[in-house]
Each structure stands twice: as structure tokens, then as C-alpha cells.
């Protein structure tokens, strides 16, 4: 199988930074798509940040010009650097890995989440 694990959350201040990783292991072929949502208490998970095997990216509006999406396909792992953090960033964040291709089968995993919190 395989799994998705996230490190890097914490509390900051508004104004700071923090940057958010995630490590795909298990018998893993390829990567398709790999990306970061999050959510909020009360709200429904939303798309973070998505960057393809081949380097495109995409953001949602409310934080392009302040994060940036990377990875490492080498070693299966994904980053999320945010900065000028506000409190509307407060939320859980989640890794995703979209068509994942490993020894037994294809699909689609999640991490476990980080929390974020972005408070004075």
C-alpha cells in the first residue's frame, strides 16, 4: 500500500511563514498529480495547491502570490512554503497524491493532516 505522511504545521504568526512537507512511501511506480487542501472548522476541504509530475501548477486564489507548490519525484515528496501567513489560512492541511501507480494496483491516497494555525 501506500502512505502519505505530513510534517512541517505548527502556530505562527500573522505575517509569518512555514513550510509544509509530505512523504509518499510504499512500493510506488509513479506519481501522476500531488497537491495540498485544507480545512477549516465548520468548512468543507478545499484545493490548496496542486503541482503535476511534469511541473505545472495550480493555486486557489486565495493564497497565489503567497505559497508555492514543489516536489521532489525522486523521492516522492511534495512541499507546500506559505508565507505572509494570515489567520484565514488556519485550518488542517492535507496531502493528496492523485493516480498513484504501485506494485499491486492504482489509486488515489490522503495523509492523516497538520494542523496550521495562524494566530497573535
Known amino acids: 500500500q501506500v502512505q502519505l505522511v505530513e510534517s512541517g504545521g505548527g502556530l505562527v504568526q500573522p505575517g509569518g511563514s512555514l513550510r509544509l512537507s509530505c512523504a509518499a512511501s510504499g512500493s510506488i511506480v509513479s506519481i501522476n498529480a500531488m497537491g495540498w487542501y485544507r480545512q477549516a472548522p465548520g468548512k468543507q476541504r478545499e484545493l490548496v495547491a496542486v503541482i503535476a509530475s511534469g511541473g505545472s501548477t495550480n493555486y486557489a486564489d486565495s493564497v497565489k502570490g503567497r505559497f508555492t507548490i514543489s516536489r521532489n519525484n525522486a523521492q516522492n515528496r511534495v512541499y507546500l512554503q506559505m508565507n505572509s501567513l494570515k489567520p484565514e489560512d488556519t485550518a488542517v492541511y492535507y496531502c493528496?497524491?492523485?493516480?498513484?501507480?504501485?506494485?499491486?494496483?492504482?489509486?488515489?491516497?490522503w495523509g492523516r493532516g497538520t494542523q496550521v494555525t495562524v494566530s497573535s
Open positions: 493528496n497524491a492523485v493516480r498513484v501507480t504501485y506494485y499491486t494496483g492504482v489509486g488515489d491516497f
